[in-house]
Every structure is written in C-alpha cells, then in structure tokens.
C-alpha cells in the first residue's frame, strides 16, 4: 500500500494550453437531486465546474432548477424524467457522475437504469451515493465505461458485502479485484483500489470534513479532474488528495469546513500546482 503525497497534484495538473477551449477540458454530466436531496447534485455540479470540467450538464429533479441556475449558472440543465434528453445527454458526455442526492426509490432507480443503459466503454462514470445503494438495493450490474465507485464505509458494506468492522485492506482489495473498477472507500484515511490493483491510503484529512454534501464534493472534483485529464486513475488519486489537503487548510482557523468551502478553493490551489 502506498501513502498519497502532495507529488500526485503536480503529476496531474497541468498547465493548460493556450489554443485549448472549452471542448478541450471535457463534457461531463451529473446526475442526482430528487426533490429532497437537490443540494446533494448542486454541491457536486459546482465542484465539478470549479475543478475545472469544460461543459457541465445537471440533470436532476425539475424542482431544483432554480436553486441550481441560482448557485451554478455556468451549467446546463436537464430534467432527469425526461427520458430522451437523459439518454442523448449520458451517451454523448465525456464522464458521467450519479448518485449524489438521487435517492433510492422506484423513480430514482428508473433515473440511473437510464443513465446506466446509455454509457459505453470509452467513457468514465462516477457512482457514488444513492446510486450506489441501489446497485446493492435493487441488483443491478455495473454498467460499461471505466467505472469509479466513491462509498462511504456504509455504502461500500452495502456493494461488497464486508461489514464495517471487517473492511480490511485485504478484504476490501479481495473484493475491489474482481470489480474491473477503482474503489474509493472514504473515511479517516481514505483508501483507492485502483484497476490495476494497486492500494492507495489518503494520510491527511480531518474531522472538520465530517458534514452533509462533503462526498457529494469529492465526487463533483472526481468527475471534474478525470474530464479533463488524461490518466484517470493518477485523476481520482489528484482529486481525492486536493479535497482534503483543501480541508486541511481551511480547518487550520475554522472548526467546520463547509463543503462549497472547499470548492470555491478549487482554482487557486490548482493554479498553486499547475507546470
Ligand atoms: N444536502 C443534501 O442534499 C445532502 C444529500 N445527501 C445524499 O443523501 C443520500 C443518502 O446518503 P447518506 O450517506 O446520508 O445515507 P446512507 O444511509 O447511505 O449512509 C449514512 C449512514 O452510514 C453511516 N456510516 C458509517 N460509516 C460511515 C462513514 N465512514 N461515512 C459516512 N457514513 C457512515 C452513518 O452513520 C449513517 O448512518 C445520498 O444520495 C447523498 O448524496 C447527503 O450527502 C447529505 C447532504
Ligand atoms: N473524520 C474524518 N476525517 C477525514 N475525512 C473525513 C472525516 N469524516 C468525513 N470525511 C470525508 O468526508 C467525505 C464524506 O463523504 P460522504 O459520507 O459520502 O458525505 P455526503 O454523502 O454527506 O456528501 C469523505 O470524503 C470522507 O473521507
Ligand atoms: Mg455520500
């Protein structure tokens, strides 16, 4: 197991080219936010966007539109029970993010069986959240394209059925191996399994993160850094690491670290590790 350091930021971020436009940095689409979780999918969208993603899509519930345009402006917008536009919108994004806030009723599982039937193997999806306790709820399987799973302890006994207190990193790798995707269980000391079977621990991090819509952050800045770079392992690994060394810093004067702290710190500490 190897310890996350600072050196992942600079592998990763890069400066970006001057002829680059927004095409160049990735068409990603978030989906997630039923009528009671609508700042769960905000908090992810605007992390997506401060990270950098070039075109960002939300689709969600129709009741958080307003509030969305309100805090985000910089995206677009579906209503994710408008079948069509969901469909065309995931078959043709980049990257995808689900789950954040989406809730695990029947209507919710109609929402991801739609966005999972309509990926294919050259894109990268982010499942966290509701989106994965349904996978477990309902039975449903793991849908093309380079899958990055982002479970809290509970939501990962759920998907691996390894109780809390038996998450082990061998146990977790025995399961993560036979998923053909990178796991990243969150917790104090978070940990990756990547696809190629490599385990990563986060060594810094703090209980100032512990909060509502602190993942749905983390996993707005994954799908933010695997649009727009290249290797999407060394991206989840830069993203996870940015979000806390982000916390670290803010926590150093403030008891609680809000989410939106974090992203609306995103570009000038990303511009701090950008060669
Ligand atoms: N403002 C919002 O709209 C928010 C919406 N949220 C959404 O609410 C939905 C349900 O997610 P929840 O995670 O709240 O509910 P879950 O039922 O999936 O999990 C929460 C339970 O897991 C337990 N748990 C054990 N180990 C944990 C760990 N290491 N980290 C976190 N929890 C651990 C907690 O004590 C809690 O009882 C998700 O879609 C999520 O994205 C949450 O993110 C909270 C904020
Ligand atoms: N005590 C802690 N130390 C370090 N990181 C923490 C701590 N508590 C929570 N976090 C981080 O906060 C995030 C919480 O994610 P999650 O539980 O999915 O939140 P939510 O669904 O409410 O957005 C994870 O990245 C986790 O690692
Ligand atoms: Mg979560």
């Known amino acids: 197991m190897e310890q996350l350091t600072d050196s992942i930021l600079t592998k990763v971020i890069k400066n970006r080219p001057a002829n680059s436009h927004k095409g160049t940095f990735g068409k990603i689409l978030l989906v997630g936010g039923n009528q009671n979780f609508g700042g769960a999918i905000i908090m992810a969208a605007s992390a997506a966007v401060y990270a950098g993603a070039g075109l960002v899509t939300t689709a969600t519930d129709s009741v958080n539109l307003d509030s969305l345009h309100d805090r985000l402006p910089e995206t677009m917008f579906i209503n994710y029970h408008d079948k069509v536009q969901l469909s065309n919108s995931a078959s043709s994004v980049d990257t995808v993010v689900v789950g954040p806030g989406l809730g695990d009723d029947v209507r919710s599982q109609e929402v991801l069986l739609t966005v999972f039937a309509n990926l294919s193997d050259q894109q990268t999806v982010i499942i966290d959240g509701s989106a994965i306790t349904m996978m477990s709820k309902y039975k449903i399987d ?9 479970p809290h302890q509970m939501e990962w006994q759920r998907l691996s059925g390894i109780t809390i207190s038996d998450q082990t990193i061998e146990n977790n790798s025995q399961v993560a191996r ?33 909060t509502g819509g602190m993942g749905d952050t983390l996993a707005g800045i994954v799908g933010g850094f695997t649009a727009q770079f290249t290797n999407k392992t060394d991206a989840v690994l830069a993203a996870v690491y940015a979000h806390s060394a982000i916390a670290e810093q803010i926590a150093q004067n403030h008891y609680v670290v809000l989410p939106h702290q974090i992203t609306e710190s995103l570009p000038q500490f990303m511009n701090k590790y950008a060669n």
Not at 142 to 150: E, R, S
């Open 142 to 150: 793991q849908p093309a394209g380079h899958v990055i799973y982002t």
């Open 178 to 210: 036979q998923m053909n995707a990178t796991v990243v269980v969150k917790k104090h000391h978070t940990e990756i399994y990547t696809v190629d079977n490599k385990v990563y621990q986060l060594p810094i991090g703090t209980p100032a993160q512990a």
